[in-house]
């Protein structure tokens, strides 16, 4: 947490980090985000679950700043770790809807998905 | 069942506004920057966020909710009112769901211009829907219609500015 809060003050200053902080920034996120609960599923989040999104939102804005120095992001190594992570990225979008639309879950007027 | 946008259209009001669980919605705008930033002109990344239905249809839900969002902050701001603190909440509120659908519109607009997967199904939602092509569905349609020239103005910029995207996009949603 201290680390990711430090690296984002450094990447904001400008300063080029190099791969391996990205690869190590990537499969951090794949640790995070892959603990993210079911936000539908449980009850609620509780306060203490804001620490690991605030992990991720630094995590992300450094992996962000990161790739945007980079001309061009098509050689990058380790692209199985990315694509990990992606795939997570996707699901935890696919939580949101539930969560911004308060009435959806419980009239079920939205309830069913594309397949 | 009624087709997506249909469905999309008759989407209840009451949302939570913008703030949902304090935690989630301080990474929803950070996820939407990542996701297009590594998409940008990256064939195989956006094949992976495409190749899940269930992703597409989600992100234009997103996409639909922001959009409806900044658009009502928008007719309620034209009403005068002496809350210089609610106005002051409103005009954030706005200018987060602005950002959301810069950056929501971004991502599909991406997906749409390098993968068929993503082209194809959205193609076929949009065919689906125009059928009923009247009522709060119009703005919807409008909004798909108006993707090939946002994807113009996204496709000659190798730098998400966030000025020129914003004044871009807001000409754009304005005509819309």
């Known amino acids: 947490m201290l680390a990711s809060e430090s690296l984002l003050r450094i990447s904001e200053l400008g300063q080029a980090l190099d791969s391996d902080i990205y690869d190590a920034l990537v499969g951090s996120l794949i640790t995070e985000v892959s603990h993210i609960p079911k936000l539908g599923a449980s009850p609620s989040i509780n306060e203490d679950s804001g620490h690991d999104f605030r992990h991720i939102q630094n995590c992300l804005g450094i992996a962000v700043s990161f790739l945007s ?3 061009t992001n098509h050689t990058m190594e380790h692209a199985g770790d ?14 949101w809807p539930s969560q911004l639309v308060s009435h959806e879950a419980s009239s079920g007027a939205f309830s069913s998905h594309a397949s | 069942m009624k087709p997506l946008l249909v469905r999309l259209a008759h989407m209840p009001h009451n949302f939570n506004r913008l703030h949902c669980v304090p935690g989630l919605n301080g990474t929803i705008d950070i996820t939407l920057r990542y996701l297009v930033t590594i998409s940008h002109d990256n064939i ?17 839900r997103l996409f639909v909710l922001w959009y409806r969002l900044y658009f009502e902050g928008l007719e309620s701001h034209s009403v005068p009112t002496s809350k210089e603190q609610e106005d002051e909440s409103e005009d954030s509120d706005r200018s987060v769901a ?47 219609a108006f993707l090939p020239l946002i994807r113009a103005l996204y496709g000659g910029m190798s730098v998400f500015g966030k000025d020129i995207r914003h004044i871009h996009l807001n000409k754009c949603l304005q005509q819309v």
């Open chain 2, 98 to 144: 602005l950002e959301r659908v810069s950056l929501s519109l971004g991502l599909l607009t991406q997906l749409v211009k390098h993968s068929d997967v993503a082209k194809s199904a959205i193609g076929a939602i949009s065919e689906s829907s125009s059928r009923y092509a009247d009522g709060p569905l119009t703005c919807i349609c409008r909004a798909l």
């Open chain 1, 82 to 95: 990315q694509e990990t992570l992606l795939a997570l990225l996707a699901q935890y979008v696919n939580l």
């Open chain 1, 69 to 71: 120095q980079q001309a």
């Open chain 2, 44 to 60: 195989p990344m956006c094949d992976i966020l495409a190749s899940s239905p269930r992703f597409l249809h989600n992100l234009l």
